[in-house]
């Protein structure tokens, strides 16, 4: 928590054996040597290579070919990878031409079809959210989201995906991010605000610029941004409100609760107890209900039988496992009160 970023695996000072490495899976090998060549690429010399270009004009048409020659392969001798646009490249060689000379060409065309953009992947939207800027017209702005990396930081980023998850406005299926309906109302209630263009975080970070050159105050950027929330609150709230998208979160707010599994009805509403993960919870929480049920209740894990008999009858058998803070265990009965709070059966002597 006390980092922002970090560099994650980096090889130490202790240098193996080829014993010890003779005793690591393969795939430990492979992580332990990439690391290894990357920071040794760290050190090496640059990748040089010449590069021509030749552009042939046809019918007032230029047509360009690349090649290249390598001059040194630098880090490269690490035996890294080269993409296959890079490979392809470096492969060509171009034939030594005078400038205005007439050339043959020979022309074919090609067919093909064009595929539709890939959906978005959790890791490629990562990349999105750092390489936001490049779609800004304004060339300060742009460069300084370049230069900050987009929205968010490193430890963040991440973290912005899940509580989108968490907020079911994103839904992971197959590895690929779709977009929850909503998802789809909140991208509507903020479309073309600068709540949903990278141009506000430009606009933020200048001036935070400013601050530092001692140009602005922190006070001033609070109260700014409180302006700013208050009024994108307002404004959204009005385009909510003339429009039938009340009906829909509604209706989206009850696909939610039966998309999650029904453990019983809600004996303070009337309406389905669901489990929502540490708790079960009623799903008319929107609507001001408040009961809920714990899954674990002094010192002992409820199962789900237990809460759905407790839900239908008010009142559980005789439960074992209870803990005393003295660490001794005592067996006892829950029910639902009157004011729908979970507690004891109250113990009773029976006259004999």
Request: charged share 30%.
């Amino acid at each position: 928590s006390k980092v922002q970023e970090h560099y994650a695996i980096i090889p130490t000072k202790k240098v193996p054996t080829q014993k010890e490495l003779d005793k690591l899976t393969s795939i430990q090998k492979e992580i332990y040597y990439t690391v290894l060549k990357r920071t040794m690429a760290m050190f090496e010399t640059d990748y040089k290579y010449d590069e021509t270009t030749i552009t042939v004009e046809i019918k007032k048409l230029p047509f360009i070919s690349k090649g290249r020659t390598i001059l040194d392969k630098g880090w490269r001798k690490l035996e890294y990878a080269a993409s296959k646009k890079t490979d392809k490249e470096e492969n060509t060689e171009l034939p030594l031409v005078q400038k205005n000379e007439a050339i043959e060409a020979d022309l074919a065309t090609s067919e093909g079809f064009t595929a539709p953009p890939k959906s978005y992947t959790e890791g490629t939207l990562i990349t999105a959210m750092k390489t936001c800027g490049k779609e800004l017209e304004n060339v300060e702005e742009k460069e300084i989201l370049k230069a900050t990396e987009g929205i968010g930081t490193e430890a963040t980023r991440a973290n912005v995906l899940e509580t989108l998850k968490k907020q079911h406005y994103i839904e992971i299926q197959k590895n690929d991010v779709t977009v929850t309906q909503k998802g789809a109302i909140l991208c509507q209630a903020v479309k073309n605000t600068l709540l949903s263009s990278p141009e506000m975080t430009a606009k933020w970070e200048t001036y935070l610029k400013k601050i530092k050159k001692e140009e602005g105050t922190q006070e001033a950027f609070l109260e700014n941004i409180q302006k700013f929330i208050d009024h994108t609150l307002a404004s959204s709230a009005q385009v909510i409100e003339s429009s039938d998208w009340s009906t829909r979160i509604t209706s989206m707010n009850q696909t939610i609760s039966q998309t999650k599994q029904t453990i019983g009805t809600c004996p303070a509403c009337g309406q389905s107890i669901i489990d929502k993960g540490k708790f079960y919870g009623c799903s008319g929480y929107s609507n001001g209900c408040t009961f809920t049920l714990p899954k674990r209740y002094v010192g002992k894990t409820l199962s789900e039988a237990t809460i759905k008999k407790l839900l239908k009858t008010k009142e559980t058998s005789l439960l074992k496992g209870f803990k005393k803070k003295t660490g001794e265990t005592f067996s006892a009965a829950l029910i639902v009160n009157e004011e729908h709070k979970v507690m004891f059966k109250p113990y009773k002597k029976t006259d004999k």
